[in-house]
């Protein structure tokens, strides 16, 4: 059984940092694409970062340059770095596994974890 644990949400103010992490349980992690998406309240889930099994990297325009990923294999981990935060940034944090089709679209997701917070105050 395939599991993803988010953690490292919380509470920031604006320019601030988080690290967010997610565990992976499982073959999952080192044979598929990961990623990080964020629903914002009253909002679509929308991508904000993936990573590939080769190391590609891809980001939302509104993070690039801000937010950073990375997957510890050795860990089965996968982080996400979040620098210079802004109040539009808050939203409940996903970590996703096992891109099908598109790695832009939350519905080429084959697994998810369960979203972590980050609140980003002005």
């Known amino acids: 059984q395939v599991q993803l644990v988010e953690s490292g949400g919380g509470w920031v103010q604006a320019g601030g940092s988080l690290r967010l992490s997610c565990s992976v349980s499982g073959r999952t992690f080192s044979s598929n694409t990961m990623a990080w998406f964020r629903q914002a309240p009253g909002k679509e889930r929308e991508f904000v970062a993936s990573?590939?099994?080769?190391?590609?990297?891809y980001y939302a325009d509104s993070v690039k340059g801000r937010f950073t990923i990375s997957r510890d294999y050795a860990k089965n981990t996968m982080y996400l770095q979040m620098n210079s935060l802004k109040p539009e940034d808050t939203a409940v944090y996903y970590c996703?596994?096992?891109?099908?089709?598109?790695?832009?679209?939350?519905?080429?997701?084959?697994?998810w974890g369960q979203g972590t917070q980050v609140t980003v105050s002005s």
């Open positions: 996703a596994a096992a891109a099908g089709g598109s790695i832009y679209n939350s519905r080429s997701y084959q697994y």
């Open positions: 990573q590939r099994i080769i190391g590609t990297q």
